[in-house]
Each structure stands twice: as C-alpha cells, then as structure tokens.
C-alpha cells in the first residue's frame, strides 16, 4: 500500500505543479508529500522531479514514469467503479468473427440479449466461413467449430459438437447406403473446401481409433449453408453438425448413415489472442455464450 501511495502522490505532484497543492488535495501537509517523493526515488534510484522554491519539473525518467503511473491508476479507478454499487459493468466496443452458419443460428441472435444486459458494450459481428486470422484482423473474439490450430490463441471450450453424415431419402434410394467409411470412395460427398477440420476429411472412428477419411465429390462449397441444402435436394451426402441438421432429422428430410463409426465429439470454442488482461466485455460475453450453451433446452428448440 505504501508503494502505491507513493505513485498516487507522484502522479498528484506532477499534474498539480507542486508539493503544497497535491498535500492540499489531500489533507496533508507538504512535508509529508515531500516525504513520499523522496522514498520513491531512493527505492527506484532514480530522480523523478526537479524542485525548486518556485516549481517543479519532471526529469526524463519522470515523465516515462508518470504516463505508466496514470494507466496504472486508471486501470485501478475503473476496476474499483465496475464492482461498486453491487454490480459488474462492462463497457466499450468489441469485434466478433463466427461461422456463417453457425453464426447466423446461434450467435447474432443472442447478442442483442447480451447487449440488453449491458448497454454500455458494442458489438461488431463478421460472419465468414474463411478462416479468420483474428490477430492481425484485430478480432476480440473468435467463435470456432473444431481444433485449435493457432498456439497464439486461447481456447474457451463453449459446448460440445456433434457430427453427423446425411443424406435425403432420394439420394439413399438412388444410391444405396454406405455401410463403412470406405463405401464413402463410391458416393458423391459435399465437401467443404479448406475450412477447420474438414481440410483434414471427414473423422470417423474405426477400430477405437479417430480416422480422418478424404472423400470427394463433383460438388464442393465453402458455405455450409449450400452444402445443407444441396443434401437435402438429394446431391450427395454431408457431414454435417446436429445443431444444423437436428429438425431436418425429426423431420425426415434427412437420415443419418454410418452412425457406428461416428467420431467424438469436437467442441463449440471461443478463441482469443493471448494476452495478460482479457476485457471485461470479452470476459463476459464469453461467459454469457457458456451459460447459454449450457442450458440442454437450448439445444433442442425451447430457447429458440
């Protein structure tokens, strides 16, 4: 505590211009302002202010010093304001990058209700299914399906994610049904392009192992939305998430093949760059996402 005192002292000296008026501030007197000072620089070793009987100036050092001294400050104002009064606030601007599709369903219609509860936040959302580099783009927050391939980044695990391969009805009567990973090399699949895991295939387990299967088809999309679609007009089998296929199941618009050899679950992330303090606002958010998410009635349509 006395370390701090001395820096709010410093800094109080500084912006004042001199020892009486930063003690007048403070109730005390211009000795014991004096006093602060002195022990600041003999524990730093070096000279901050130069006084004299008609003002002071900031040394070199001073000035490098006192810029730090009013973040630091500043950054302990505003810690102390968001927890008073019985409450947490966040606030300023907060840029988002999702996927397109997942994006649309699960993450833009939830931001207006975490904005609700914080009316000092702003949110900028990009919905792209190209992978984002969210470092130098200048991303807070990037919400992923799959693995994390960036050891720069964080990874907040948000739920968990379930794939499946589909196919229409039509397509399986035309076709006939894949009975192992294999029979897939005899199907037309939809593939994604180079987005997240499916650059590496489709996985599936086999034998109690993951296995990453290539497949291809004459028809590919870097949208899941059309790869959606055209599976349900009949093109092809896709490999797709339940969050996207689940009411086109119940429905059966849709029939899920090679269920024996699924693959474990990957999970729903929030990712951000790696840094020592996280926002507030980011904190949150990802927070409000989590709990969310959380909640199994989210998932099967009741909060929908």
């Given at each position: 505590?006395?370390?701090?005192?001395?820096?709010?002292?410093?800094?109080?000296?500084?912006?004042?211009?001199?020892?009486?008026?930063?003690?007048?501030?403070?109730?005390?007197?211009?000795?014991?302002?004096?006093?602060?000072?002195?022990?600041?620089?003999?524990?730093?070793?070096?000279?901050?202010?130069?006084?004299?009987?008609?003002?002071?100036?900031?040394?070199?050092?001073?000035?490098?010093?006192?810029?730090?001294?009013?973040?630091?400050?500043?950054?302990?104002?505003?810690?102390?304001?968001?927890?008073?009064?019985?409450?947490?606030?966040?606030?300023?601007?907060?840029?988002?990058?999702a996927p397109a599709g997942f994006g649309r369903r699960h993450v833009a219609p939830l931001v207006p209700r975490f904005l609700a509860q914080n009316r000092e936040v702003s949110i900028s959302l990009d919905l792209s299914d190209r992978l984002t580099d969210i470092v130098n783009e200048g991303f807070d927050l990037a919400i992923r399906i799959g693995l994390l391939d960036d050891s720069s980044l964080v990874s907040v695990p948000l739920a968990a994610n379930h794939r499946v391969v589909v196919a229409s009805p039509d397509y399986l009567r035309r076709r006939g049904t894949p009975q192992t990973p294999a029979d897939l090399a005899r199907?037309?699949?939809?593939?994604?392009?180079?987005?997240?895991?499916?650059?590496?295939?489709?996985?599936?387990?086999?034998?109690g192992r993951p296995l990453a299967l290539r497949v291809s088809g004459n028809m590919e999309c870097n949208d899941g939305a059309v790869l959606h679609e055209w599976a349900l007009a009949g093109m092809g089998l896709a490999w797709r998430s339940m969050w996207e296929v689940r009411e086109d199941l119940e429905a059966g618009r849709l029939t899920t093949v090679l269920d024996g050899y699924a693959a474990p679950d990957n999970a729903i992330c929030a990712l951000f760059p790696q840094r020592r303090h996280l926002p507030l606002r980011v904190r949150m958010f990802i927070d409000f996402l989590k709990e969310t998410y959380g909640r199994a009635e989210y998932w099967s349509g009741a909060a929908r």
């Open positions: 505590m006395d370390r701090f005192k001395q820096i709010e002292t410093f800094a109080a000296v500084a912006m004042r211009g001199s020892l009486s008026a930063a003690g007048l501030a403070e109730g005390v007197a211009p000795a014991v302002i004096g006093r602060r000072i002195d022990a600041l620089e003999a524990r730093l070793g070096v000279k901050l202010l130069v006084r004299t009987t008609r003002r002071i100036t900031l040394t070199f050092e001073g000035s490098a010093f006192l810029e730090d001294c009013q973040r630091i400050l500043n950054d302990f104002h505003n810690a102390e304001a968001s927890v008073s009064l019985g409450g947490v606030k966040a606030s300023g601007h907060m840029r988002v990058t199907h037309d699949c939809l593939t994604f392009g180079t987005y997240g895991n499916q650059s590496r295939g489709w996985l599936f387990t086999v034998d």
